[in-house]
């Protein structure tokens, strides 16, 4: 099983690099995989590389899954 983090693109640093922001935490990441990325764009992010674009509705959602799954795990 692997883990995508969502993330959003603040920019492009380079063909092969972007820079994504995951909640206030910002990382350079390997842009490759998905080379049509652009500013603003919302991300999944797995293993240090982007392996897929999504929606912002998505985005809202997994953040939202991630803060209940964080918070049971907090209270067990």
Known sequence: MC??????VLKKVSDME???????IKK?????????IKEGDYVIVHAG?????????????MVEAY???????EES
């Open 3 to 8: 883990l995508g983090i969502p993330g959003r």
């Open 18 to 24: 972007a820079l994504v922001d995951f909640g206030g």
């Open 28 to 36: 350079v990441v390997d842009a490759l995989l998905v080379p049509d």
């Open 49 to 61: 590389a982007i392996i897929g674009k999504i929606d912002k509705e998505t985005f809202i959602e």
């Open 67 to 73: 803060r209940e799954l964080a918070k049971v795990l």
